[in-house]
């Protein structure tokens, strides 16, 4: 592509080259090219054609599909990871630490001796379990981490930041800095303000670590944990039950391994034309006139989008000018700075029925939903600050109004939204019944809301070509159901598909082979 330009042509690659699939098993492989560069990414506009003379929001999409190519691990860039693991007293519940034992020791497993670890351990006392090292005596490091019991009470802040100072003197520009922090309970002792928890997250970031946060069972502080996750650019989990734990702690190890693309920014520099910009579920700063959105790390396999929102006005019809769009990353199979930018420009009309039929229905339905979800999860805050009927009201004004949307669009994730919003009514009526019930109510929709804005539907839909954690767990619910006979393997296949659609059949939901908010309900997964 020579650059972004808005027209009725719509859609431009931006960056890379695409590559067959293969698959990656036990996160033993990681995305490679062979030439050109590892990421492709693809921008749409939801119209080709704006109005002249008159301020209008136009919005734009830019999707990521990073191909996932064989490579062995030994050529995988190099880890520096820090575990912050609790071990507060309320890890003695339900054998919480017993589960986070067994996944510290897996994460030992897939490091190499080329990488870094340091682990630390806290309750309201701090101490580093193994000094941040080369990998070089693991059988050391897991009998010190097989030896943790619970103690105290909760000093999150200290230990995460004695977890990120412990790696701070080996992260560098040619390895993979992450953190890990998990607990399970409130910040209790030591720093305990969010925002200022938040600004040292920031700082470690604005370092080189990132930071991923999970949060395990119903006593901990969501709204905290995804802001760490959120601020430190890593990943946020909630784990509902230990024995998820491991999953989880393979899962961020996977997409680590798979790691292509680090530091990763895209860059608005408007004209004019442009009035204001707005970014649907990414931080971002404006400096020297330009809108700066930082992404998290890029992993092969991974699809993922950014929705933004540009108020312009044209001044007359014609060609015009909006400015540009920048793609920088780091390569982590080359270690190198990527950076590639390209012109935007819009066509500007007199005839409103033109700008009506330069319409991109996809684009435009990722966008209702976009904005959607974001008005969907402050009602969801207003359930939670005790106005149940005003949110409910709000929130069957909300499916009225995607649903009209979606009568011309005719988008699966639009009616599968809708659906969504449909079983709030129930969901809240659940949640009320005891504390519990409402603490996983709000979790798990705010889980759904941290991942929707970021372009991963994956916790409220699963469909054909889908792939990771949430598709395992369906596979198992199905193979449960004596309707799926394939491999656990987390890959939507046509043959998931089928098991869906049998299994909507059986319990008088439309059979259509996605699995939306009604199916993943109906088998305890939404």
């Known amino acids: 592509m020579s650059g972004l330009k808005i027209n009725s042509s719509i859609a431009f690659a931006f ?28 921008v749409e506009v939801d119209h080709g054609k704006m109005l002249a003379h008159s301020p209008q929001d136009l919005y734009i999409v830019v999707r990521f599909d990073i191909p996932e190519f064989l490579r062995p691990q030994s050529k995988r860039m190099p880890i520096c990871m820090g575990m912050v693991i609790d071990r507060s007293g309320s890890m003695g519940e339900k054998g919480k630490i017993e589960y986070a034992r067994r996944s510290a020791n897996y994460v030992v497993d897939q490091l190499k001796t080329t990488d870094i670890l340091g682990v630390v351990e806290y309750d309201d006392r701090i101490s580093t379990l193994w000094p941040a090292a080369l990998v070089k005596n693991p059988g050391t490091i897991k009998r010190m981490i097989s030896e943790l019991e619970p103690r105290g009470s909760t000093n999150l802040c200290g230990g995460l930041m004695q977890g990120i100072d412990d790696i701070e003197r080996y992260a560098s520009s040619s390895r993979l800095n992450r953190v890990i922090l998990l607990s399970d309970g409130l910040a209790n002792r030591g720093i305990t303000d969010p925002d200022e928890i938040g600004r040292l997250v920031r700082h470690a970031r604005a370092n080189g670590i990132t930071v991923s946060a999970m949060g395990l069972g119903l006593d901990y502080d969501e709204n905290l944990m995804q802001a760490i996750a959120e601020n430190g650019g890593g990943n946020y989990y909630y784990i509902e039950s230990p024995t998820q734990m491991a999953d989880i702690f393979h899962q961020e190890m996977n997409t680590m391994i798979a790691a292509v693309a680090k530091d990763v920014h ?119 600050a005790g106005d149940k009927q005003a949110a409910l009201a709000n929130i069957s004004a909300l499916q009225q109004r995607i649903s009209s949307v979606n009568a011309t669009i005719k988008d699966v994730r639009l009616a599968k939204k809708s659906e969504g919003l449909a079983l709030e009514s129930s969901e809240m009526a659940a949640a009320d019944q005891s504390p519990a019930a409402k603490a996983d109510y709000l979790k798990s929709s705010k889980q759904r809301f941290y991942y929707a804005q970021k372009g991963k539907q994956s916790f409220s839909m699963l ?36 098991a869906v659609e049998e299994y909507q059949k059986q319990n008088n939901i439309p059979a259509d082979g996605v699995a939306g908010p009604a199916t993943l309900k109906k088998l305890d997964m939404y």
């Open 266 to 384: 895209i860059i608005i520099d408007g004209t004019d034309i442009i009035d204001d910009i707005n970014v649907y579920g990414y931080k971002y700063e404006e400096r020297d006139g330009k809108t700066d959105i930082t992404l998290e790390d890029l992993y092969g396999g991974e699809k993922r989008s950014l929705t933004l929102r540009l108020k312009a006005k044209p001044q007359k019809p014609g060609e015009c000018n909006l400015g540009s769009v920048s793609l920088s990353y780091t390569d982590c199979e080359k270690n190198t700075r990527r950076t590639r930018s390209f012109p935007m420009t819009i066509i500007a009309t007199e005839n409103a029925g033109e700008v009506a039929q330069s319409e991109n229905k996809t684009v435009r339905a990722e966008a209702v939903l976009a904005t959607a979800d974001e008005e969907h999860s402050q009602y969801v805050k207003q359930y939670e």
């Open 15 to 42: 960056v890379g080259l695409f590559f067959a699939n293969c698959m990656g098993q036990s996160g033993k492989t990681v995305a490679v090219t062979v030439d050109g560069e590892p990421v492709k990414a693809c």
């Open 463 to 498: 469909r054909n070509g889908d792939d990771g954690y949430q598709v395992k767990q369906l596979q198992q619910k199905l193979k449960d159901q004596n309707l799926y006979s394939g491999t656990v393997d987390g890959e939507f296949s046509p043959e998931v598909e089928k």
